[in-house]
């Protein structure tokens, strides 16, 4: 069982990350809110990210998160809008959790992980940043950019905190006690 302080800590973690990606990652052409990024089977949440979107939707978390027992993680559920699976909070392009949203979602295109440069690589710019674009198949494609160096560190502590995370994780969801553990957590303060 995680202790109140290993919580805290993930929950301290997941903040300085959010935060400095926050800070680092410059819009250079804005989102034109297509629903593409949303228009996905598995968007991935750890703990605090659960913690989070709960306490601000005040649901149960079997009305808003799927288990995937398989692969010992947890995913926001999804509707079907049109014949395609949208996450459960997106309502008529928007995003009805976006001042919260999970860090997947607030920070694309930009993806914290070394898969990126094989999958979607970003395109250098000035030697200093890196830039992101949308993937959508639309005209007006979202940009990004971040510095170089920010863009390792983050992607750096990102990977640590997603280590520590889904151990906790995979090892409550082993023993059926993350639904608790998660719902308990809501009703205090870390």
């Known amino acids: 069982m995680p202790t109140k302080p290993?919580?805290?800590e993930l929950i301290r973690m997941d903040k300085e990350i959010y935060d400095r990606a926050k800070k680092s990652i410059t819009e250079i052409k804005p989102c034109q809110q297509c629903g593409w990024?949303?228009?996905?089977r598995r968007i991935l949440v750890t703990i605090p990210e659960m913690i989070r979107i709960l306490k601000h939707t005040?649901?149960?978390?079997?009305?808003?998160?799927?288990?995937?027992?398989?692969?010992?993680?947890?995913s926001i559920k999804t509707k079907k809008v049109n014949n395609k699976h949208y996450c459960i909070f997106y309502d008529n392009g928007k995003c009805t959790i976006?001042?919260?949203?999970?860090?997947?979602c607030?920070?694309?295109?930009?993806?914290?992980h070394p898969a990126v440069f094989e999958i979607h690589?970003?395109?250098?710019?000035?030697?200093?940043?890196?830039v992101f674009t949308c993937q959508s198949?639309?005209?007006?494609?979202?940009?990004?950019?971040?510095?170089?160096?920010?863009?390792?560190?983050?992607?750096?502590?990102?990977?640590?905190?997603?280590?520590?995370?889904?151990?906790?994780q995979k090892k409550l969801i082993s023993k059926n006690k993350l639904v608790e553990i998660v719902e308990e957590v809501i009703s205090y303060d870390l």
Do not use: W
Not at 37 to 40: I, L, R, V
Not at 58 to 74: G, H, P, Q, W
Not at 153 to 159: A, E, F, Y
């Open 121 to 130: 690589p970003p395109k250098p710019m000035y030697s200093e940043f890196y």
């Open 98 to 104: 976006h001042d919260i949203k999970p860090f997947q």
């Open 106 to 112: 607030f920070t694309y295109p930009v993806i914290f």
């Open 6 to 8: 290993e919580l805290k």
């Open 37 to 40: 990024c949303c228009n996905n």
């Open 137 to 168: 198949p639309y005209k007006d494609k979202a940009k990004f950019a971040i510095e170089i160096d920010d863009f390792e560190l983050i992607t750096t502590k990102r990977l640590l905190y997603l280590t520590k995370n889904y151990n906790i």
């Open 58 to 74: 005040k649901k149960k978390f079997s009305e808003v998160f799927v288990i995937e027992k398989n692969r010992l993680s947890v």
